[in-house]
């Protein structure tokens, strides 16, 4: 038992890490916008670098996962992130920038298959699996809330590249952290092994529907938090109080993961997504309603982010044996990936009509499509 929580923990340390490091962009944004002389849209396209590396590394990284040890794997994907975030801090122009996005996006990438593939085998038959999810997609919230507050600060204060400096320290320490994954502990080295073979369509249609409601889900709220503290510049807050107030989601998220995720169970699992959308949709009205004050829409952003990760993240250790999750997994993250079509379209609304409100509009329109997928009928979906 001793071993299975001082996974969560690593795990959870790592990835607050990396979702920090992939979140820099939202406080960052401006502030490269004004440094570099970039476009809105190649904002949107620098953000979606993030998700490129996961249309053809995703199902792969699956399968080594289930193929090989978790923890091998992790280590290897942790040099990308390292090598990535250390290129970003010292890019000289927005084109090395976006390489540095995209070595840190392929290692990060696969970092998002292995972490909860690791969490569900060590964890598997256990009651708490649903409020070990949860805990772990509390880094999520963690780390883009020190990026919005800390990385925001320190970019308002002394720049950008004083920001990513920090970050590339702070990857180092988490490339460390992977060493203290105990060899030994039960779930670290039980993946598949060699007879595991490389078939995501075998893995049935409830799988491929899920992925198309976590593409939907995600990639709608994270084009919120992308674009959220741009637009509020534009509404004339300062930049550091515009990443503190997008930021604040993550105090409510926070605050009621807990709770939330340990009632968390494989029968209610889809109300949980259906309930996070639609709370989704609520928040960015709230946003672009002309007098809405934006702390209520944060505030029910943070709701939507308490109630849909958790869900997401359980959702293939819930309904796939552990030497089978890995590729689930990867089907997730592929579908996501296709996030570095759909984020630029999100800036190139705004610069188009010169106003966030379209850019909202489109950001809604991909959590409507995860909303319209994520019907209760897919919980009876199995592989």
Do not use: H
Request: proline share 5%; net charge positive; hydrophobic share 55%.
């Amino acid at each position: 038992m001793r071993n299975r929580w001082t996974i969560l923990a690593l795990v959870f340390l790592t990835t607050a890490i990396g979702m920090m490091a992939f979140a820099s962009v939202f406080p960052l944004l401006s502030l490269w916008i004004k440094d570099l002389g970039i476009s809105r849209a190649e904002g949107g396209l620098l953000s979606g670098f993030w998700y490129l590396p996961g249309v053809v590394i995703s199902l792969p990284a699956g399968w080594l996962f289930d193929r090989y040890q978790v923890r091998r794997v992790l280590l290897f994907c942790w040099v990308f992130i390292v090598a990535g975030i250390a290129l970003m801090a010292v890019a000289p122009s927005f084109w090395v920038l976006c390489a540095g996005r995209l070595l840190f996006s392929i290692g990060m990438n696969a970092n998002m298959i292995g972490a909860p593939k690791l969490l569900g085998q060590t964890f598997a038959g256990r009651r708490e699996l649903g409020f070990v999810m949860g805990v772990y997609t509390m880094a999520f919230t963690l780390g883009v809330f020190l990026a919005l507050n800390l990385l925001g600060s320190i970019g308002a204060s002394q720049g950008w590249r004083p920001a990513m400096q920090l970050m590339a320290g702070l990857s180092v320490a988490g490339f460390a952290l992977l060493f203290l994954i105990p060899k030994s502990a039960e779930g670290v080295e039980t993946s598949g092994g060699s007879g595991v073979r490389f078939n995501p369509f075998s893995l049935g249609a409830g799988a491929w529907l899920l992925s198309i409601a976590y593409f939907g889900y995600s990639i709608g709220t994270e084009g919120f938090l992308t674009f959220g503290p741009d637009a509020l510049v534009a509404r004339g807050i300062d930049l550091a109080r515009a990443s503190a107030i997008v930021g604040a989601y993550a105090i409510v998220a926070l605050v009621l993961k807990p709770f939330l995720a340990s009632q968390l169970k494989p029968d209610n699992a889809i109300a949980y997504v259906l309930a996070a959308t639609f709370a989704a949709l609520l928040a960015i009205g709230f946003f672009v309603a002309p007098g809405m004050m934006p702390q209520v829409a944060i505030g029910v952003l943070g709701v939507s982010f308490a109630l849909g990760m958790p869900a997401l993240i359980a959702l293939p250790s819930f309904l796939f044996p552990p030497e089978r999750s890995g590729q689930c997994y990867g089907l997730y993250q592929t579908l996501y990936s296709l996030g570095f079509v759909a984020q630029p379209l999100v800036g190139l609304a705004a610069d188009r009509t010169g106003s966030y409100t379209a850019g909202f509009g489109v950001i809604a329109a991909y959590c409507l499509l995860g909303a319209l997928v994520a019907l209760p009928v897919v919980r009876r979906l199995r592989a």
